[in-house]
C-alpha cells in the first residue's frame, strides 16, 4: 500500500502511519531500529529499493530525506509505504521544500521509533564530518560510501581526520569475503610469519586502500599497492612468508584462485557483494567497528604512494600475475568438470536389492571410525596431488 500526502505536516504523517497500521496490520512493533536515508532525489527509488531488500534481515522503519529545491516557500510532500511495497518494513519518503530543507532532523524527529536504535546511511556523496551533520548527531552508527565520491581515496583521509566511534562505510563491508578468505589461509600450516605484503586494485577502489590498510594494521608489516585498470575493483593480494608466497587472485570479478606453498590450486567464489547485501551486515552491529578504526586510522598512514602498475609488479616477481591466474582458473575449471564426469561415468550402479548384512558391517566400520573404500582413495589421491604441488 502505497499513500500519497501532499503540502503536510509530520503530525498528519505520523496519524496516518497509525490509521493505515489499523486498517493493513502492519506490524511496526516488530522494527528493531530506525534507518534514516539521506539522498538526492534522482537517486532515491534506487535506495529505497536497496534499504527494503537490507530490511528482510533487519525489520526497521526507514525514513528517506530527500532535500528539494530550497527557494520557493516551506513545503513538505510525504509518502508512506506499508505491506507489500515495503518489505519487512514501514518506509515514509519525506520531500523538503524551501527553508525547510535545511531543517530535515526537524522533521525526522517526530517519525522516529521510540527506545530504539537510529543508523543514518548516505547512499550517494555525504558530508566530510558525518558525526557533525544535524542527521548524523542523531545516530549511533553513520555508514557512507567512499565509493560515490569524486576521489574516494581523499575522502577516505578526511574520514580519517574526522573519525568518531560509530562511523562506517559500505567500502569496508565489501572487504568481508576477502578478509576472511586471507585470515583462513594463514590459519593453516606452516605458521610463519607474513613479511610483506601486495594489494592490486583500481585507482578509484575505496576498498583496496581499507583492504591494505588492514593488512597493515593487523600484521605490522610493509604493505604495497598496485594499480589495474579503473573500476575493476580489488583483483589480487599476495602475502610474502619464507615457505612461499600466499597469492589471492580474481582476475573476472567472479571467481578468485587461492595458491599457497604445499597446498594444490583452488577456485574460490568470490563475486562483489551487492548494496542490500553490504547494507544489512551494517545493520547487524550498533557497536562501534574497532577493526574498520584500526585500519582507517593507523593503517592508512603508514600506505607508501603507488608506484606500479599491477602488470609492472607481475614481471618484476613483486605480485602476483593476474594474466597466469585467469589460466589457472580456466585450467582448474577444466579439471573439475572432467573429474565430476568421470565420477558419472564410473559411478557404479546401485543395487537393486539391500543386503542387510552388508548394511549392519557399513554401520559397524562408520561407527568404529574406519574408512571406508572410498574416502581412503580419496585420501590417497589429496596426498598425490599435495606431493606433486610441493614438487612444482
Not at 111 to 133: F, R, T, Y
Not at 295 to 300: P, T
Request: aromatic share 2%.
Amino acid at each position: 500500500m502505497i499513500r500519497d500526502l501532499t503540502d503536510t505536516t509530520t503530525t498528519d504523517v505520523s496519524k496516518t502511519l497509525v490509521r493505515l497500521r489499523n486498517d493493513v496490520g502492519a506490524m511496526a512493533l516488530g522494527r528493531v531500529l530506525t534507518l534514516v536515508v539521506a539522498i538526492n532525489d534522482t537517486d532515491a527509488s534506487e535506495a529505497i529499493e536497496v534499504a527494503n531488500q537490507a530490511s528482510r534481515q533487519h525489520p526497521c522503519r526507514i525514513i528517506v530525506v530527500i532535500a528539494g529545491d530550497r527557494r520557493g516557500r516551506k513545503r513538505l510532500d510525504a509518502q508512506i509505504r506499508l505491506g507489500g511495497d515495503a518489505g519487512a518494513s514501514e518506509i515514509v519518503v519525506l520531500r523538503l521544500y524551501g527553508p525547510l530543507a535545511n531543517h530535515g532532523p526537524s522533521v525526522v524527529v517526530p517519525l522516529l521509533l521510540p527506545d530504539s536504535p537510529i543508523v543514518a546511511w548516505w547512499p550517494g556523496e555525504a558530508p566530510l564530518d558525518v558525526a557533525k551533520d544535524p542527521i548524523g548527531r542523531m545516530a549511533q552508527r553513520r555508514i557512507t560510501d567512499a565509493a560515490e565520491h569524486r576521489n574516494p581515496r581523499h575522502f577516505l583521509k578526511k574520514r580519517a581526520q574526522t573519525y568518531a566511534p560509530g562511523d562506517t562505510d559500505v567500502s569496508w563491508t565489501r572487504l568481508t569475503r576477502w578478509r576472511g578468505l586471507l585470515a583462513a589461509a594463514l590459519d593453516q600450516p606452516p605458521f610463519e610469519p607474513v613479511t610483506g605484503g601486495v594489494v592490486a586494485g583500481a585507482p578509484d577502489s575505496p576498498s583496496t586502500e581499507l583492504l591494505a590498510a588492514w593488512l597493515v594494521s593487523r600484521l605490522g608489516v610493509p604493505i604495497r599497492r598496485v594499480s589495474t585498470a579503473p573500476g575493476s575493483g580489488i583483483s589480487a593480494v599476495r602475502l610474502e612468508r619464507k615457505s612461499g608466497p600466499i597469492d589471492l587472485v580474481r582476475p573476472d570479478e567472479q571467481v578468485a584462485t587461492l595458491s599457497q606453498p604445499g597446498q594444490p590450486d583452488r577456485r574460490i567464489a568470490l563475486p562483489r557483494r551487492g548494496e542490500a547485501e553490504c547494507l544489512a551486515d551494517e545493520l547487524r552491529r550498533l557497536d562501534p567497528d574497532d577493526t574498520y578504526a584500526a585500519a582507517l586510522l593507523e593503517g592508512m598512514a603508514q600506505l607508501p604512494p603507488v608506484r606500479l602498475s599491477a602488470d609492472q609488479a607481475a614481471k618484476t616477481g613483486a605480485g602476483p600475475d593476474i594474466a597466469a591466474a585467469r589460466n589457472l582458473a580456466a585450467r582448474l575449471a577444466r579439471d573439475e568438470a572432467a573429474a565430476q564426469a568421470s565420477a558419472m561415468i564410473s559411478a557404479p550402479p546401485a543395487p537393486t536389492e539391500s543386503d542387510a548384512e552388508q548394511v549392519h558391517s557399513a554401520t559397524a566400520r562408520k561407527l568404529a571410525g574406519e574408512r571406508t573404500p572410498r574416502e581412503t582413495q580419496r585420501a590417497q589421491d589429496g596426498a598425490a596431488e599435495a606431493k606433486k604441488a610441493s614438487k612444482s
